[in-house]
């Protein structure tokens, strides 16, 4: 167990909805990184947050957005949805804003129908 | 710009076997190394990292990865494969092109027969 939860851990959806994903990091962790997982992508970075303030962004399409809460967890919202998006989608933790290390949680299953 | 190629999208190897995972990455810097590790159904594992240092790295589970400035490799091994290690790995390389990204190999699947 890595101290990194997600919820929901399963979501079915269909095309064109609107989803949230929420990540909670392991405690005294101030950054957060959200990751893609699909087979024919691999693994891809999307956006870290580092204490509530984006910090750097990777392949992250303008219908997905994320924050963070000053509470530390995190949201990603993804709308307007295609089947292409179906994936794993990743949250993991580090304690500061260099990415040494990071611990992730146990994802969310998108499945777009 | 900062690249991980992992040679083998599948490799097999026999129980107490030596298991050789190959990872060459490209970067303009010195660069920051890891393997992680997936199991299924799971998030990733930190099996190891290089930052600086001794280029021997040792991390969990008997692996250990060796940082060969001269081949751009960082392969990763472990003597004796046990089934445990069947798992999906995958080699990183931090980048630092409009802030500290991780970027991830394609990874390798390994299969571990008894």
């Known amino acids: 167990d890595s101290g990194v939860t997600q919820t929901p851990k399963h979501l079915i959806t269909a095309t064109g909805q609107r989803v949230t994903l929420r990540c909670s990091p392991r405690?005294?962790?101030?950054?957060v990184y959200w990751y893609q997982q699909s087979l024919d992508q691999g693994l891809q970075f999307l956006i870290q947050?580092?204490?509530?303030?984006?910090?750097a962004k990777g392949n992250i399409l303008e219908r997905f957005s994320a924050q963070q809460f000053p509470d530390l967890h995190s949201e990603l919202n993804l709308s307007s949805l295609e089947l292409g998006d179906s994936a794993l989608y990743f949250c993991?933790?580090?304690?500061?804003?260099?990415?040494?290390?990071?611990?992730f949680g146990p994802g969310t299953r998108l499945t777009v129908l | 710009a900062q690249s991980v190629t992992q040679l083998g999208s599948h490799v097999s190897v026999s129980e107490g076997a030596l298991v050789l995972l190959r990872c060459n990455y490209s970067?303009?810097?010195?660069?920051?190394l890891f393997w992680y590790v997936q199991y299924p159904n799971q998030g990733l594992q930190l099996l190891l990292k290089?930052?600086?240092?001794?280029?021997l790295v040792k991390g969990i589970n008997g692996f250990e990865a060796e940082f060969k400035k001269s081949e751009t490799s960082f392969h990763l091994t472990k003597p004796s494969a046990h089934m445990s290690d069947a798992a999906e790995y995958f080699c990183?390389?931090?980048?630092?092109?409009?802030?500290?990204?991780?970027?991830f190999g394609a990874g390798t699947r390994l299969f571990v027969k008894a």
């Open positions: 990183a390389v931090i980048t630092n092109t409009g802030g500290f990204k991780t970027i």
């Open positions: 993991a933790s580090s304690e500061s804003g260099s990415v040494y290390e990071q611990f």
């Open positions: 947050y580092y204490n509530g303030e984006e910090r």
């Open positions: 405690s005294g962790d101030l950054s």
């Open positions: 970067s303009s810097v010195p660069p920051y």
């Open positions: 290089y930052t600086t240092g001794a280029t």
